[in-house]
């Protein structure tokens, strides 16, 4: 079982823990976590606990890194695939396709710029 060394501890503002457990709250799997400061650590807002690496009743075995991502983003990409998709259904020319995945790919960009970037996304 991996133990909360620097070589394997997260350092994402934000992740979403897959495998984790911690004494006395149980399983950590699927919570959402953020970065804290000074000692490296998460904070749990949803069980309103720190997860500090120095916790010996600690095990983080399996994360992801996350990004905060504007919701209209998110929204807007959501929007263009539909678009896409009911294109298909509807038999859209090629042509048509590709202009609704081109705008697919340009807020898809957008949104990795926002997150590269910590600013507004921009197509």
Not at 26 to 32: E, H, Q, V
Not at 94 to 103: A, E, H, R, S, T
């Amino acid at each position: 079982m991996p133990t909360n060394t620097p070589q394997h501890w997260p350092s994402a503002p934000i992740i979403r823990i897959r495998r984790g457990h911690m004494l006395p709250c149980g399983d950590l799997s699927g919570r959402i976590a953020y970065r804290e400061t000074p000692e490296p650590g998460y904070y749990v807002p949803d069980l309103d606990v720190g997860l500090w690496q120095s916790n010996t009743d600690l095990r983080l075995e399996e994360w992801e890194d996350m990004v905060a991502v504007p919701k209209r983003i998110v929204d807007e990409l959501g929007r263009r695939v539909a678009a896409h998709d009911d294109g298909y259904t509807r038999h859209e020319p090629v042509d048509g396709l590709y202009g609704l995945k081109d705008q697919i790919v340009n807020t898809a960009r957008g949104v990795v710029r926002q997150a590269d970037a910590g600013g507004e996304a921009t197509e």
